[in-house]
């Protein structure tokens, strides 16, 4: 009766995490002040950085309160999303009190508000950590089923909100309690020019240096030092939910802090990691820039080393690009120096959208092979990276929008099932985790697909996800793909390559690359 009700409601809504913890969730802005920047400042203008965790929780004795998935000022944020798809300001202002786009506002996550932190299992008695950069149109919230998914494996997930004018719209508080001002998306172009190419890496040195930073108070959280949070409720300490993540997370250990992001995320969680990386490296060519310039005594430079893992959702390539980055982009990750496991700590699944898009999938291969300064990508001296791609799915499948908006993902975006895609990669990321050597709750059989011989899928047994990393066709409509060549098509004659006009925004009003564009 319950799910037959829950059918009638038309509030968009997420189905429950599968893994093993209950997950809470508490949202994070500190001023920039309180922080060591590890790099020269890109603006004055951003004073704070601003992220929400999601955590394995203990199950409060009573509900703690709503988080509800439009952030505040809903109204706001709501009608940059709609600007986002390109209204005009006045046109927005109308379309965003339309009843059913004001029913966004009732959407919750299915977190407990600031719930109490679950004491750690592992050996270290500290919870394995991720931070995660957000997309294009997308903010802390945007991608909330697939990192609570990983925070109820065991997961702590950090999901900072760029201010670099890539989110429809974020809020900067100065004082807590009210929003100061908002910073609206920026909109560039997404064919190359030297006009965009400076653009984006204005975009990135903001991204970056917000990670950084990111890292910078994930260490003082850990370490129980006092941090002002400007979410916190007025009736808290100046820290407000923080003090219960002192001495639980991994995040001294050299390489313990995964990295994941995204498209554009993506493309910053690359070019950042590698900046950390090869921050003494020099190069010959005057004109070339760093948008990141980490000081060798830096606790970041510290943090990032061959071990340091990637996971890279749809990698947009066209902002590693640039004229003036060229030397860091022909130079590999980390994980393909001399002491590093070469590509099995790197992860990159892509949608079937991104797949079919020819020149960002051969820069991709380019990106994550163990020498990106060769036209034809290779890994010969390395075991090769995890590279799959979930058939029928759209750039959005990848994010919280195509559960949120299943009619819109299947009809325009022709995707089908992004609760399943969202598991797929869910599975992925933790196998590739397991395997790595960092402690994370087994996959449920239920999300493993593994149904006895009468058809019927046992519930609440765990186990350890094997078949997922295969590529052997074991899990249905899950494809491998090769570095070296283009295996992995399910029919050639199907799968229309795309244009390299090709353009990302499209991915959330047309379903990106899925048609040949022109200009």
Same mark, same amino acid.
């Given at each position: 009766? @319950?799910?037959?009700?829950?059918?009638? %409601?038309?509030?968009?809504?997420?189905?429950?995490?599968?893994? &093993?913890?209950?997950?809470?969730?508490?949202?994070?802005?500190?001023?920039?002040?309180?922080?060591?920047?590890?790099?020269?400042?890109?603006?004055?203008?951003?004073?704070?950085?601003?992220?929400?965790?999601?955590?394995?929780?203990?199950?409060?004795?009573?509900?703690?309160?709503?988080?509800?998935?439009?952030?505040?000022?809903?109204?706001?944020?709501?009608?940059?999303?709609?600007?986002?798809?390109?209204?005009?300001?006045?046109?927005?202002?109308?379309?965003? %009190?339309?009843?059913? *786009?004001?029913?966004?506002?009732?959407?919750?996550?299915? /977190?407990?508000?600031?719930?109490?932190?679950?004491?750690?299992?592992?050996?270290?008695?500290?919870?394995? /950590?991720?931070?995660?950069?957000?997309?294009?149109?997308?903010?802390?919230?945007?991608?909330?089923?697939?990192?609570? =998914?990983?925070?109820?494996?065991?997961?702590?997930?950090?999901?900072?909100?760029?201010?670099?004018?890539?989110? &429809?719209?974020?809020?900067?508080?100065?004082?807590?309690?009210?929003?100061?001002?908002?910073?609206?998306?920026?909109?560039?172009?997404? !064919?190359?020019?030297?006009?965009?190419?400076?653009? !984006?890496?204005?975009? #990135?040195?903001? !991204?970056?240096?917000?990670?950084?930073?990111?890292?910078?108070?994930?260490?003082?959280?850990?370490?129980?030092?006092? #941090?002002?949070?400007?979410?916190?409720?007025?009736?808290?300490?100046?820290?407000?939910? #923080?003090? $219960?993540?002192?001495?639980?997370?991994?995040?001294?250990?050299?390489?313990?802090?995964?990295?994941?992001?995204?498209?554009?995320?993506?493309?910053?969680?690359?070019?950042?990691?590698?900046? /950390?990386?090869?921050?003494?490296?020099?190069?010959? @060519?005057?004109?070339?820039?760093?948008?990141?310039?980490?000081?060798?005594?830096?606790?970041?430079?510290?943090?990032?080393?061959?071990?340091?893992?990637?996971? +890279? +959702?749809?990698?947009?390539?066209?902002?590693?690009?640039?004229?003036?980055?060229?030397?860091?982009?022909?130079?590999?990750?980390?994980?393909?120096?001399?002491?590093?496991?070469?590509?099995?700590?790197?992860?990159?699944?892509?949608?079937?959208?991104?797949?079919?898009?020819?020149? %960002?999938?051969?820069?991709?291969?380019?990106?994550?092979?163990?020498?990106?300064? +060769?036209?034809?990508?290779?890994?010969?001296?390395?075991?090769?990276?995890? /590279?799959?791609?979930?058939?029928?799915?759209?750039?959005?499948?990848?994010?919280?929008?195509?559960?949120?908006?299943?009619? *819109?993902?299947?009809?325009?975006?022709?995707?089908?099932?992004?609760?399943?895609?969202?598991? +797929?990669?869910?599975?992925?990321?933790?196998?590739?985790? !397991?395997?790595?050597?960092?402690?994370?709750? %087994?996959?449920?059989?239920?999300? $493993?697909?593994?149904?006895?011989?009468?058809?019927?899928?046992?519930?609440?047994?765990?186990?350890?996800? *094997? =078949?997922?990393?295969?590529?052997?066709?074991?899990?249905?409509?899950?494809?491998?793909?090769?570095?070296?060549?283009?295996?992995?098509?399910?029919?050639?004659?199907?799968?229309?390559?795309?244009?390299?006009?090709?353009?990302? $925004?499209?991915?959330?009003?047309?379903?990106?690359?899925?048609?040949?564009?022109?200009?």
């Amino acid at each position: 009766m @319950v799910s037959f009700l829950s059918h009638l %409601n038309p509030t968009p809504s997420f189905p429950s995490y599968t893994g &093993p913890y209950q997950v809470g969730s508490t949202d994070v802005e500190i001023p920039a002040s309180e922080l060591p920047s590890p790099s020269s400042i890109p603006v004055s203008s951003i004073p704070t950085i601003n992220f929400r965790i999601f955590y394995p929780s203990e199950r409060p004795a009573k509900h703690p309160g709503c988080v509800y998935w439009l952030p505040d000022p809903q109204q706001e944020y709501l009608g940059a999303y709609v600007r986002f798809l390109g209204a005009s300001h006045r046109l927005s202002a109308f379309i965003r %009190n339309l009843p059913f *786009l004001r029913i966004l506002a009732y959407t919750t996550i299915p /977190v407990f508000h600031h719930a109490k932190l679950l004491q750690a299992p592992t050996k270290t008695s500290r919870w394995p /950590v991720m931070v995660f950069s957000h997309g294009l149109g997308g903010t802390k919230n945007a991608y909330s089923h697939l990192l609570g =998914s990983l925070a109820s494996h065991g997961v702590v997930v950090i999901a900072p909100e760029h201010r670099d004018g890539s989110a &429809p719209l974020s809020c900067i508080r100065e004082k807590r309690g009210s929003a100061s001002r908002h910073v609206e998306y920026r909109s560039i172009s997404h !064919r190359q020019s030297p006009e965009v190419e400076k653009a !984006r890496d204005e975009q #990135l040195k903001i !991204r970056l240096w917000e990670l950084g930073l990111v890292h910078e108070a994930l260490l003082k959280i850990d370490r129980g030092e006092p #941090l002002t949070n400007l979410l916190s409720e007025e009736s808290a300490d100046a820290s407000g939910h #923080l003090a $219960m993540f002192a001495s639980s997370l991994d995040v001294h250990t050299a390489g313990s802090i995964s990295w994941a992001g995204h498209s554009f995320g993506a493309a910053s969680i690359v070019q950042f990691v590698k900046s /950390v990386f090869y921050h003494k490296a020099q190069s010959a @060519v005057s004109s070339h820039q760093r948008l990141f310039n980490p000081s060798t005594s830096s606790q970041v430079a510290h943090q990032i080393t061959p071990s340091s893992a990637v996971y +890279l +959702l749809d990698l947009w390539c066209l902002p590693l690009l640039g004229e003036h980055t060229r030397w860091l982009r022909d130079l590999p990750l980390p994980s393909y120096s001399s002491e590093g496991p070469g590509g099995r700590n790197i992860t990159a699944i892509l949608s079937e959208a991104f797949f079919k898009w020819e020149k %960002n999938l051969m820069e991709l291969k380019r990106t994550i092979s163990e020498d990106p300064s +060769l036209d034809t990508p290779l890994n010969k001296s390395h075991p090769a990276p995890y /590279v799959f791609y979930p058939v029928s799915s759209a750039h959005l499948s990848q994010s919280d929008f195509g559960i949120l908006f299943p009619w *819109l993902t299947k009809r325009v975006l022709k995707a089908q099932d992004p609760a399943r895609t969202l598991r +797929l990669n869910t599975r992925a990321i933790l196998e590739v985790m !397991r395997r790595n050597g960092i402690e994370v709750a %087994n996959t449920s059989s239920a999300d $493993m697909e593994q149904a006895t011989s009468d058809g019927h899928i046992p519930q609440g047994q765990l186990g350890q996800d *094997l =078949s997922i990393l295969k590529g052997d066709g074991s899990v249905p409509g899950w494809i491998a793909l090769d570095l070296a060549t283009s295996s992995g098509h399910v029919d050639e004659a199907a799968n229309e390559r795309t244009s390299e006009n090709a353009d990302p $925004m499209d991915a959330v009003v047309q379903g990106e690359v899925t048609k040949t564009l022109s200009g």
